[in-house]
């Protein structure tokens, strides 16, 4: 006889439902109040996961089908025994609920293969069965090969072993209070509620079997009505063996289903066997686990993160089934504090705070260091692409993990720099409140700039003049032509050039705009000309590598100081 002992009642500060959505019906076609197990016309449509599993999915012996929408991050493995029968449904059951996905839905989907022993039939009839790695052997239904199908579910793994530690061990793994007691009596295993509390917790440190591991009956007293009930049954492996559960819903067991859920957080070893129709939903944490069901029938949603064998008892009996019904219980608020992944851009020389760079987080998930974007086994993205806001900023809150950002486009005018990935940064439960944060610069590109090159000429004979010199003028005051003196005269650049022996001055590194030429003083020997102020000329980006070349002439004149030329 066993006797898990009620410890200080404990009211939680918060209730949730499962994590990822899991649990309710999601449309579909809803069923007001979901009909006993039997095979009446389709009662509606659930579009939510009934059989989660993180691993791989055997079916084995003769187990006969899996009613809902089933998604295994790994294979699903079909090698049923010999002489049996050789059809396995998935989505729709002849008996069940008889609420199965919508017809053009995905009813199976693997991250994996999909393997069907020769002479066997994988029935998804109006579903579609979508899979990761190649398919083998008889499928009935749309059969779709897509590298990404299991990549939306991958985060369920992780968020359900969480919560059901959690579950069991309490956010902070100091155990979780429980409201009743649970008293094997080899005849049955008895639970006693408070009677008051919305959360009846039940802790369990035993298997749920008679007398030499035989079955035995579950009852439950003493339970509010709409109460919750969640039955933590720890340890490293679990057996429950019975024959309660019944097909009609006439018992206090049966209706109880949609708010019963059986937590095994820790088992790496799980066995539902017995002649009863299993009432609840099933969720077992443990990654490394192995869960095994023979019991004729699971009225629930299943959920593992480990493996799961569908099979059959090895002294006989077929037909093994998992029948879809919802969970629709309050549970301890087990979701992960959350915090703030940060990115800054700056400005590299100034310091400045950069608006318009854009960001893409992703999450660490394939366990390969640093972060992949391509291929099948890349990392996960999170959330849109981010443009950065006028504080330089990007920011995400995300559960604790380990993320990179990525630049995928630099602010206007900058280019894109040498290093896109920025990371790794990892958010823990001890730093969540205050985040994690990653500042990056750019490098402005220098602005273009280009050279005036003049080249003075004798207007009669073309041969250079020496000699000359020029002023070089900016336009900087908006108004046509050189404005040289008054209130707001255009900019000069620099010092004055005089031409050398081939009739030439450079002013070169000027930057973009329209500038205009001054001569002031003329070889000895030419006259001035009428007007000395020559241009607009525009450098540009177009013309900037090359320059904007300038040839400007001088008359001969009265002869002056040297000789006439």
């Known amino acids: 006889m066993a006797l898990a002992v009620m410890g200080a009642v404990a009211v939680p500060a918060a209730a949730a439902p499962l994590p990822g959505g899991l649990g309710p019906c999601l449309p579909g076609d809803c069923p007001a109040v979901y009909p006993p197990v039997g095979n009446g016309p389709i009662a509606g449509r659930d579009d939510n996961i009934n059989v989660f599993v993180g691993n791989d999915f055997r079916v084995r012996g003769s187990a006969a089908e899996a009613e809902g929408k089933v998604v295994a991050l790994g294979d699903f493995d079909m090698e049923k025994a010999p002489g049996v029968s050789s059809l396995y449904n998935v989505g729709v059951a002849g008996v069940g609920s008889r609420v199965p996905p919508s017809p053009g839905t995905d009813w199976l989907t693997t991250g994996g293969a999909v393997r069907i022993a020769s002479g066997q039939r994988l029935d998804a009839e109006a579903g579609v069965v979508r899979h990761a790695g190649p398919a083998t052997g008889t499928i009935i239904g749309r059969n779709v090969l897509d590298a990404n199908a299991a990549r939306p579910y991958e985060r369920l793994r ?285 490098t402005k590109a220098a602005d273009p700039t280009g050279t005036i090159h003049l080249v003075k000429q004798n207007a009669k004979t073309k041969r250079p003049l020496q000699g000359a010199v020029f002023e070089l003028w900016r336009e900087t005051n908006g108004r046509t032509g050189l404005q040289a003196t008054g209130t707001q005269p255009d900019r000069r650049v620099g010092a004055g050039c005089a031409t050398d022996r081939q009739g030439r001055c450079t002013f070169p590194n000027q930057p973009l705009g329209t500038y205009y030429l001054r001569e002031t003083a003329v070889p000895e020997g030419y006259v001035m000309p009428k007007t000395p102020v020559s241009g607009p000329y525009a450098l540009t980006a177009a013309n900037a590598a090359a320059g904007v070349k300038v040839t400007l002439k001088n008359t001969p004149g009265e002869p002056g100081k040297g000789p006439k030329k």
């Not at 008679?210 to 007293?221: E, P, Y």
């Not at 066997?273 to 077992?284: I, N």
């Not at 990654?287 to 023979?294: K, L, Q, S, Y």
């Open 158 to 442: 992780d968020e359900l072993a969480v919560a059901s530690r959690c579950y069991a061990h309490g956010a902070d793994g100091q155990g979780r209070a429980a409201t009743g007691t649970a008293r094997n009596t080899v005849a049955e295993t008895l639970f006693t509620g408070d009677g008051t509390s919305r959360l009846q917790v039940f802790n369990v440190d035993f298997d749920l079997v008679g007398r030499d591991g035989g079955q035995q009956g579950v009852r439950f007293v003493n339970i509010p009505p709409e109460a919750t009930v969640l039955v933590n049954l720890t340890g490293g492996a679990r057996v429950i063996n019975t024959f309660s559960g019944t097909i009609a819903d006439d018992t206090p067991l049966n209706r109880l289903r949609e708010r019963l859920l059986w937590n095994f957080p820790d088992a790496t070893t799980v066995e539902l066997k017995g002649t009863g129709q299993f009432q609840g939903s099933v969720l077992a944490g443990n990654r490394a686990g192995e869960t095994t069901v023979t019991l004729p029938g699971i009225n629930g949603r299943f959920l593992t993160t480990g493996s799961l064998t569908h099979t059959s008892a090895a002294t006989g009996g077929g037909g093994q089934e998992i029948h879809a019904y919802p969970f629709k219980g309050d549970l301890p608020d087990c979701a992960p504090p959350r915090g703030n992944v940060t990115v800054v851009k700056k400005d590299a020389p100034s310091g400045n705070l950069l608006a318009g760079a854009r960001f893409q987080l992703w999450r660490e998930t394939n366990d390969a260091a640093g972060l992949q974007t391509a291929g099948d086994g890349r990392d996960t993205p999170v959330g849109a692409v981010c443009t950065t806001d006028a504080r330089g900023e990007c920011r995400s809150a995300v559960e604790p993990g380990t993320y990179y950002w990525q630049e995928t486009r630099p602010p206007a005018g900058y280019p894109a720099p040498t290093t896109t990935v920025f990371g790794p940064l990892t958010l823990t439960t001890a730093n969540a409140a205050q985040g994690v944060s990653a500042t990056v610069t750019n």
